[in-house]
């Protein structure tokens, strides 16, 4: 698929450095260790496109990797909620993530990642507020799907979306696991839709 040809761009701190902002592009968005790093290698069949966070917290850069058809853009947004980080940089980033999710012109849409045993935590929650109040597109992805079974798995996603009606957010939920490929068509056909691939 088109999603093989990912290749690193740069890293971003802050949304000026981020690449010239044009064409489209999809970010993805997660607590740390919900499985982001691990869904991206996934999704472009590469081992070691996005990194896996052994220390959870540590990269705060944005990291843009782009496709083989013009100026077409996957979007790694830095890991949250790690209690050991400081709250100084806690809202470093906070401010970051606001004003790329604000200004980004080209942002299509953001891929939130939760772990499907855990899905709506705090950060998630303000992620949801911000797509709300910027008419952002969000489609969760609810990871690790293998570690239940179908039915807790399905469960699981149907409260995910009766949430997101309830908060009045158009947005979209589906399973998925890097392990058994579970949600890997899904995602794929979502993403092609929103970049226009
Ligand atoms: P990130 O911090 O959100 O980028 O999370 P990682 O991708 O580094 O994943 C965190 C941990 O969850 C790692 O130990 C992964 O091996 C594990 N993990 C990620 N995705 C899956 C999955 O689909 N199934 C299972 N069983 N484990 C996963």
Not at 28 to 54: D, E, P, V
Not at 115 to 120: F, G
Not at 123 to 150: C, E, Y
């Amino acid at each position: 698929s088109i999603f093989q040809s990912a290749h690193f761009i740069k890293s971003a701190e802050k949304l000026s450095q981020c690449p010239l902002d044009q064409g489209v592009e999809v970010a993805f968005a997660g607590r740390s260790n919900a499985g982001k790093s691990t869904a991206l290698n996934t999704l472009t069949n590469q081992k070691k496109l996005a990194r896996t966070s052994k220390t959870p917290g540590r990269t705060q850069l944005i990291n843009c990797f782009g496709l083989n058809v013009e100026d077409r853009r996957l979007i790694d947004l830095p890991g949250y909620g790690f209690a050991k980080v400081p709250i100084e940089m806690k809202k470093v980033w906070q401010a970051h993530m606001q004003d790329y999710l604000m200004n980004r012109r080209s942002l299509a849409g953001v891929v939130l990642v939760m772990d499907i045993r855990h899905p709506l935590k705090d950060f998630d929650g303000m992620m949801l507020d911000w797509a709300k109040s910027n008419n952002m597109k969000v489609h969760i992805l609810l990871t690790k799907s293998d570690k239940l079974k179908r039915g807790p798995a399905q469960a699981s996603m149907f409260s995910v979306q009766r949430e997101l009606k309830k908060q009045g957010i158009d947005g979209t939920v589906q399973t998925f696991s890097s392990l058994n490929g579970d949600g890997l068509d899904t995602l794929r056909t979502k993403l092609s839709e929103w970049l226009v691939l």
